[in-house]
C-alpha cells in the first residue's frame, strides 16, 4: 500500500515570498490532516478535512495560510507571504476512522522542511 | 486545547536496559491513545494504538492509566536502533489528535 505523498521535500523560500505544498493521502483515507513540526516540538495541527470539507481549521493562521482540497483527495497548503517563524517541517498525514470506539490512526508523509531567509 | 505532556529527556540508557516514558493528558473522556516513533529529520511513525487498560508488541508495552490520567510506554532489552524520539498522541475532538512534544531516548553500546 502506497503510503502519503509530500511534494516538495524541501523548500528555502526569501520572507514575504510565497509557497505551497502538495500532498496526496493514502488511497481511500477520508480524513486528510496538514501539521505544522518545529524543530524540538511535536506536530501541530492546521487544519485537518474530511473528504473535501474542513473539520478544524481553528489553528491556522488564516491571514497567511490557506488550503485547499478540492476533489477530497489530494490537498495544498500555501502560506503568502510568509515569515521567518514559519521555518518548520509541514507534515501531511491521513486517517481512516476504525477502531473500536472510532478511533483515528493517522499515517505520515515525510514532509517538507520550510527554511524562510 | 487540551494538553498533552511529555518528559522531553534524553533518556540515556545502556543496550539491554529497560526503559519507561510516561504521558499525562488533560482530556478525560479521552479513549484511545498512540505513540509514535520519529527518527531524526523524519516523519512520526505508529508505534503503539492504547485502548482500555493497555497493548504489548514484542518489546513494547503500553499502559493506560485513566485514574491518574497517564499513558506509559515501557521498552524492554533496548537496541541502538530504539534511539528516537517517541511522541504521545491524545484524542481532541472528532478524528483529531493532540501531541506532546515527545521524548527522545538515546541507547548506548
Known amino acids: 500500500e502506497a503510503g502519503v505523498a509530500q511534494s516538495p521535500r524541501y523548500k528555502i523560500i526569501e520572507k514575504r515570498q510565497s509557497v505551497a505544498f502538495w500532498c496526496n493521502p493514502i488511497?481511500?483515507?477520508?480524513?486528510l490532516y496538514w501539521y505544522q513540526q518545529i524543530l524540538g516540538q511535536g506536530p501541530k495541527l492546521l487544519i485537518q478535512?474530511?473528504?473535501?470539507?474542513?473539520?478544524?481549521d481553528s489553528q491556522l493562521p488564516k491571514d497567511r495560510f490557506s488550503a485547499e482540497r478540492l476533489k477530497g483527495v489530494d490537498s495544498t497548503l500555501k502560506i503568502q507571504p510568509a515569515k521567518l517563524e514559519d521555518s518548520a517541517v509541514y507534515l501531511c498525514?491521513?486517517?481512516?476512522?476504525?477502531?473500536?470506539?472510532?478511533?483515528?490512526?493517522?499515517?505520515f508523509g515525510p514532509g517538507t522542511r520550510l527554511t524562510v531567509t | 486545547r487540551k494538553e498533552v505532556e511529555q518528559d522531553p529527556g534524553p533518556f540515556n540508557v545502556p543496550e539491554g536496559a529497560t526503559v519507561a516514558f510516561n504521558c499525562t493528558y488533560s482530556?478525560?473522556?479521552?479513549?484511545?491513545f498512540f505513540w509514535y516513533r520519529q527518527d531524526c529529520r523524519k516523519e512520526p511513525k505508529l508505534l503503539m494504538s492504547v485502548y482500555s487498560s493497555g497493548n504489548e508488541d514484542g518489546r513494547f508495552t503500553a499502559q493506560l492509566n485513566r485514574a491518574s490520567q497517564y499513558i506509559s510506554l515501557l521498552i524492554r532489552d533496548s537496541k541502538l536502533s530504539d534511539s528516537a524520539t517517541y511522541l504521545c498522541?491524545?484524542?481532541?475532538?472528532?478524528?483529531?489528535?493532540?501531541f506532546g512534544k515527545g521524548t527522545m531516548l538515546l541507547v548506548s553500546p
Open positions: 488511497s481511500g483515507h477520508a480524513t
Open positions: 478535512f474530511q473528504n473535501n470539507g474542513v473539520v478544524d
Open positions: 482530556n478525560s473522556a479521552s479513549q484511545s
Open positions: 498522541a491524545a484524542p481532541e475532538g472528532y478524528s483529531t489528535l493532540t
Open positions: 498525514a491521513s486517517s481512516q476512522i476504525r477502531g473500536r470506539d472510532g478511533s483515528y490512526e493517522q499515517y
